[in-house]
């Protein structure tokens, strides 16, 4: 099964310091990645997916992350991080099961933003 | 539109109560999906409709029931639950399924229940 590994449970930010969050997933032929964003009390929404093509991958508001096959990343960056980046982000993998295929999340990054 | 609608937003029961969550989708998707989230964790996938009928249960135990009247509408119904299953219940829908693995899914804002 595809797995990914969120290894930072929790990153703090300044206002307008640029945002990292990590992402590896498990190696595998073929990879369909995605990050999804949780505002409290809310449900999941996309940020971008990489799917084939360009490694690059701009999302909403501001966010893009890279595809790195050597490294088995999907990164999640943005130069300047907004009060309003606070949330949970997920990332996932699309995961096989027999000839379908599911929603695989990592454990979550809290993003939080200070002043 | 890709909204997906929840109700209620929060939900209290009693361990012998029964209750149901509903879910709506109007983008025309033919997959439907149910996810249990507990607090600080990812979701967690218990069912997945396609053209209206069961794909996937993830072993999920009988006290939760799932129901997909027509091609927009999900219901989860519950019965007999335990405190355990406090929890985010998401719904979840995407353009088709079997999945080629490249959909996206669109998430609903979730039924907050707390079983008591």
């Known amino acids: ?115 | 539109d890709t909204e997906v609608t929840q109700t209620p937003k929060h939900l209290v029961m009693g361990m012998t109560n029964k209750k149901s969550l509903k879910c709506e989708q109007h983008m025309g998707h033919r997959a439907m999906y149910w996810y249990k989230q507990k607090a600080k964790k990812p979701p967690e996938l218990m069912f997945v409709y396609s053209y209206e009928k069961l794909s996937i249960n993830e072993s999920v135990p009988s006290r939760f029931s799932p129901e997909c009247p027509n091609s927009s509408l999900l219901n989860l119904h519950l019965h007999a639950l335990q405190p355990e299953d406090s929890a985010l219940y998401l719904c979840a829908s995407s353009q088709e399924f079997p999945s080629n693995g490249q959909e996206t899914q669109y998430f609903g804002p979730g039924t907050r229940l707390l079983v008591l």
């Open chain 1, 1 to 115: 099964a595809q797995s990914v590994t969120q290894l930072d449970s929790q990153v703090p930010v300044f206002e307008e310091a640029p945002v990292e969050l990590r992402c590896n997933y498990s190696s595998s032929v073929s990879v369909y990645l995605f990050w999804y964003v949780q505002y409290p009390n809310q449900g999941l929404q996309l940020l971008l997916k990489y799917l084939s093509g360009s490694t690059l991958v701009k999302g909403i508001n501001g966010f893009e992350a890279e595809f790195k096959k050597s490294e088995t990343s999907f990164h999640l960056t943005k130069p300047s991080a907004h009060m309003s980046d606070a949330a949970e982000y997920f990332c996932a993998v699309s995961d096989p099961v027999g000839s379908n295929y599911k929603l695989t999340f990592g454990k979550g990054t809290l993003l939080t933003v200070n002043p």
